[in-house]
């Protein structure tokens, strides 16, 4: 049933018509009345329903709505948890009982239910999946879903009906801290993942947010760096990635960062929230600040932020007090307050939140939730190296050597607000740092027993790899050797640099030296460079794999899986080939004021090393498989002014495998930041000997130019190529010219007449 304006407007008017129900109160000390009205009518559009319940509210009411209190037992600035937070939790916002506006639970992150640290009270367990950069790495839309709604239904089992999930911020510096959290460096790949993550979350009837809005693309110095990026150079990569994201998952939230943008805080940014999100973009939601980055109330206010999040972790309770006392004195207007309230109700109704009230407690499915992370992680893999097949390991080897990394006992995970406490504990204790951005956690899946279980008859032997010498002697005498390397980032934590950690490089190289049947597993949050790369015969990137990881791992080196993830990463060979040799900030000094500017605007990633010439280590796309493919048959058109392409895909081998066909255009003539953009792709599987016929549309955005100037989205009238490859260095790629209109677009991606 739909609402005419007239007949919403009469509802409005009977605003005051609405019903007293006892309710049974949380507390039975204070019982209190539910009022019920045109608002509780399910048949009414969100907007409807919040612009109704709205009008119902005092301003008391309406403040307590717009800014939530910290939830962690770890007490900033002397500041109490409010007694109502869950344990662990991020943050709890007062509801309004009487009008059963629920009061809202907030749980990390992207990864699974977290944890936050110091906690008095006993941890929670929960499924972790692999990192976001695992899930993007798969290319696999249904695993990001699954995923998403995965986490999604623990953090509702646990009470929780906010989850800060969604972390899309492009890969623009592969030394961040967080790119474990995000999905990599193109727009549509990572905007495409996170979105369906968001859905699969939300779809439990909870909140997700959309983060960090925009541009917090390091840690060192993230409270007060000023990301310098021009307007359009934006709108094509860092924004696009979170317009996809948008788009696609509908979030009921979107996270502003912590970082100056063009000389402007973010969650005061006029550009960014009011501008780009709210007006240009229509996002209906609401913004929440990312914890300790508010620095005003009416400027905050007047651009767009809508609720400020764990105010102890800011200089003031920037929208308490202080946010009436400006809505008193006109500098904020009342319409405004009005709006933020709106908003966030309207998230509230439009994802199910008012309708389908949480509770603490819920059976969660461990073992469901296991395998579910599980398939997440086998296709996140990436074989990078496969040579004299070493790859996959034969159940009848009879003597293997597995070195370093712990992997006796787990795998590793990243560091900060997004740790998930694992299901059966942690694997290590008393790793430095055990505080903040720590603890160091290595979820207890250990890839030793499962390669034990791979392979019954084989005499395995483990050793921690401390001592280079004595595990290459160890090596020497092996079948193989499958030596794990990893690599601790987090939030608040940048890699120093691209190299493995404590001496990891060294022992690779010497264990190679003794043994060239020697496989490397990395467990890194992003790129590294592998100056052994030459003497090893294997390499396979696992990522943070998560609470499966170890499975996963055995799974996939026994190949009982087929590898097929590709890298949704460049893995550069050398720092020198960064726009930014060097990281800027001072970490030692995480307050001192600087710039970071990204000239490249949207050349990142692959579109750079294009751009330049440079030959990466491993480009972006790329992956091997224990099969091989075939294309043909490309073709292109265009059929409703969208440009469609076609193509087959044959598996050449003789073993089912999964290949990730990826479509790259390019205008013929250049004049784009880069040679090609990625302008879509399929994963699928296939059996020996078989073909399939894949198609697929390019979004018009992908062959734009954004003109700030005009807000419009720009196709120029001419030749375009379009390469079927099997990553972005692909000399071998299939090529086609199609011949594409003159089109315009607004903001939104829509054509304009
Ligand atoms: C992080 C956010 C997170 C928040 C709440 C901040 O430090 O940047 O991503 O959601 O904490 O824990």
């Not at 695992?134 to 929780?160: D, K, Y």
């Not at 990599?184 to 993550?197: C, F, I, K, N």
């Not at 990142?604 to 030959?615: Q, R």
């Amino acid at each position: 049933m739909t609402f005419s304006k007239t007949t919403l407007a009469l509802a409005i008017a009977c605003t005051l018509c609405g019903t007293a129900h006892q309710a049974v109160a949380a507390d039975p000390a204070k019982p209190f009345t539910v009022l019920t009205g045109a608002w509780s009518n399910r048949a009414l559009d969100p907007d409807q329903r919040s612009a109704l319940l709205l009008a119902q509210m005092t301003q008391d009411e309406k403040l307590k709505l717009v800014i939530s209190h910290f939830g962690s037992d770890f007490e900033p600035k002397g500041t109490k948890k409010h007694p109502k937070a869950l344990p662990h939790s991020a943050a709890y916002v007062e509801g309004v009982p009487r009008l059963g506006i629920p009061d809202l639970f907030e749980t990390d992150a992207g990864i699974g239910v977290a944890t936050q640290g110091s906690g008095k009270a006993a941890p929670r367990e929960r499924t972790a999946l692999p990192s976001g950069l695992g899930t993007a790495a798969t290319w696999n839309r249904e695993l990001a879903l699954q995923g998403g709604a995965m986490i999604g239904a623990e953090a509702r089992a646990s009470g929780f009906n906010v989850m800060l999930a969604g972390g899309v911020n492009l890969q623009r510096e592969p030394r961040n801290g967080r790119n474990f959290e995000y999905a990599g460096e193109d727009p549509l790949l990572a905007g495409t993942m996170v979105g369906l993550q968001i859905k699969g979350i939300q779809s439990n009837h909870i909140v997700s947010t959309l983060k960090h809005f925009a541009v917090n693309s390091q840690e060192t110095g993230r409270f007060v760096l000023d990301a310098r990026l021009d307007d359009a150079g934006a709108r094509m990569s860092d924004l696009l990635a979170l317009q996809f994201a948008m788009e696609v998952g509908d979030p009921g939230s979107v996270m502003c960062a912590y970082n100056r943008v063009n000389g402007v805080y973010a969650c005061e940014s006029n550009y960014l929230l009011k501008e780009v999100l709210k007006q240009d973009w229509g996002f209906k939601g609401y913004v929440m600040s990312d914890w300790g980055a508010v620095h005003s109330t009416v400027a905050a206010a007047n651009s767009g932020l809508d609720q400020q999040s764990g105010w102890e972790f800011d200089a003031s309770q920037y929208f308490g007090g202080a946010l009436r006392e400006a809505v008193e004195n006109g500098a904020v207007a009342q319409s405004r307050l009005d709006d933020m309230v709106k908003r966030i109700l309207r998230a509230l109704y439009a994802t199910g939140v008012m309708d389908h009230p949480v509770a603490e407690g819920g059976a969660i499915d461990y073992a469901a939730h296991a395998l579910v992370s599980r398939s997440d992680a086998e296709e996140a893999m990436v074989l990078l190296k496969n040579s004299k097949k070493l790859l996959p390991l034969n159940a009848n080897v009879r003597k293997i050597v597995v070195i370093g990394a712990h992997a006796d006992v787990g795998v590793l995970s990243g560091g900060g607000s997004s740790q998930v406490y694992p299901v059966g504990g942690m694997a290590v204790q008393g790793l430095e740092p055990s505080s903040w951005p720590g603890p160091v956690v290595y979820f207890p899946s250990s890839p030793l027993a499962h390669i034990r279980a791979q392979a019954p008859k084989a005499d395995v032997t483990f050793h921690d790899g401390r001592d280079a010498k004595a595990a290459a002697r160890l090596a020497a005498g092996a079948d193989v050797v499958l030596v794990f390397a990893d690599q601790w980032i987090g939030e608040a934590n940048d890699a120093r640099s691209l190299s493995l950690p404590n001496n990891q490089d060294a022992l690779i190289a010497a264990v190679a030296g003794a043994n060239p049947n020697t496989a490397v597993v990395l467990l890194t949050g992003g790129p590294v460079t592998m100056p052994w790369l030459d003497q090893v015969g294997a390499v396979l990137a696992a990522w943070y794999p998560g609470s499966s990881g170890g499975e996963a791992i055995a799974r996939v080196l026994f190949g009982v899986v087929n590898p097929s993830g590709r890298l949704p990463a460049t893995f550069p060979a050398a720092e020198s080939q960064l726009p930014r040799p060097l990281l800027d900030g001072d970490r030692e000094n995480e307050h001192k004021r600087f710039s970071v500017n990204y000239f490249e605007g949207a050349s990142v990633g692959y579109k750079w090393f294009d751009a330049k010439g440079l030959t990466p280590l491993f480009p972006f796309g790329y992956g091997l498989s224990y099969t091989s493919f075939g294309y043909s048959d490309l073709k292109s058109e265009v059929k409703g002014g969208n440009l469609h392409v076609s193509f087959k895909v044959s598996n050449k081998g003789s073993v089912a495998g999964k290949e990730v066909a990826q479509i790259y255009v390019a205008p013929v003539k250049g004049g784009w930041e880069a040679p090609k953009r990625l302008g879509g792709w399929d994963k699928v599987d296939l059996a020996p000997g078989q073909t399939k016929q894949l198609s697929l549309v390019v979004d018009p955005r992908l062959l734009a130019m954004f003109d700030s100037k005009s807000k419009r989205w720009r196709v120029a009238a001419g030749q375009y190529e379009v390469m079927l490859a099997q990553h972005a260095g692909d000399t071998q790629a299939s090529r086609v010219t199609v011949s594409l209109p003159k089109r315009t677009l607004d903001a939104r991606g829509k054509d304009v007449k």
